[in-house]
């Protein structure tokens, strides 16, 4: 059977950039997309080296080990040799579960097995193994994606403070917020998770005459009535609570920074949703924290 050097590169690029983007959101890392592309496409040469080079060094575990190392610093640059080393391994663990769950699988489902038990490979040409990858691929990097991520949202420390910085129009203000734990709200378009922010934090970027007529719109569920500068920016989430169905008026915001001791998480992935009144009678906190935000921020060091 022909061998297609050009569909079997491509093939490797894109799970390549699969794997990168995976090792990214496991390590919350914060690098830019043109980076993670850039990794896949020097990861991607492989191909062509083992092709060009049979039999030859670049066939060695010590190539590939320091071909790795490219492949990172291309992918996430270098910036202390603690955390080179923890995308090192992150990529290496997400390539052998991927890997590993698709060799299992296979044999799982192959009949060629001899009889000692040792799987018989069928050579790259194989149209059942290649449609094999297509699929299993994906679905095994679905898998692992989200188990990484469930792993993450059960560690996150529940019920706890934090100070905020949230970004609207370019002006940022700052408050307490709380993590809750039982706020799992989602915008079923974007499935961005959604945090509440109550009146008196928000307030801060409306004048009074804004803020009535956002009371109003939410009220009766009328866009007309919104503020003509804020049009772009709010739209309505229906949600389903304890006491029903109901609809939420959304800010679609810009940044949100999370503080800790040691380091800050940051995203854009969220709404904003409105709590006309205050969510603690005390003033203890004036935001509700998704744990869902946690999960989607980037971390730097503090």
């Excluded at 019920?159 to 709380?178: D, F, G, M, P, R």
């Excluded at 009678?281 to 503090?302: E, N, R, V, W």
Aim: proline content about 4%; hydrophobic content about 50%.
């Amino acid at each position: 059977m022909t061998i297609y050097l050009d569909t079997v590169w491509l093939l490797n690029f894109i799970f390549d950039l699969m794997l990168l983007m995976l090792t990214k959101g496991i390590a919350r890392f914060s690098a830019p997309a043109w980076r993670i592309w850039i990794g896949a496409l020097v990861a991607s040469f492989i191909v062509p080296i083992l092709i060009i080079f049979p039999d030859s060094f670049v066939q060695s575990v010590l190539f590939k080990v320091i071909y790795s190392f490219i492949i990172i610093f291309c992918a996430f640059g270098f910036h202390s040799i603690f955390q080179f080393l923890k995308l090192f391994f992150i990529f290496y663990f997400v390539t052998f579960s991927i890997g590993g769950g698709l060799i299992a699988v296979h044999y799982l489902f192959s009949h060629s097995i001899t009889g000692n038990g040792f799987l018989v490979a069928a050579g790259h040409g194989d149209p059942i193994s290649w449609v094999f990858v297509l699929v299993g691929f994906p679905l095994s990097y679905l898998f692992t994606k989200h188990r990484m991520n469930q792993h993450i949202i059960d560690k996150i420390r529940y019920e706890q403070l934090y100070t905020v910085t949230i970004q609207i129009k370019n002006e940022a203000y700052t408050t307490t917020a709380y993590v809750d734990s039982g706020n799992h709200l989602t915008d079923p378009i974007s499935k961005k998770p959604v945090v509440i922010c109550d009146e008196p934090f928000l307030k801060q970027w409306f004048s009074n005459e804004d803020w009535e007529s956002l009371k109003k719109a939410a009220d009766s569920f009328d866009m007309d009535l919104l503020p003509e500068e804020w049009e772009h920016l709010i739209h309505f989430i229906p949600y389903q609570g304890v006491n029903g169905n109901g609809v939420l008026l959304a800010i679609r915001p810009e940044a949100c920074t999370i503080h800790e001791t040691n380091r800050t998480l940051r995203t854009r992935k969220f709404l904003i949703g409105v709590r006309f009144g205050e969510l603690a009678k005390d003033g203890t906190y004036h935001c509700l924290l998704q744990p869902q935000i946690m999960q989607f921020a980037d971390i730097h060091s503090a």
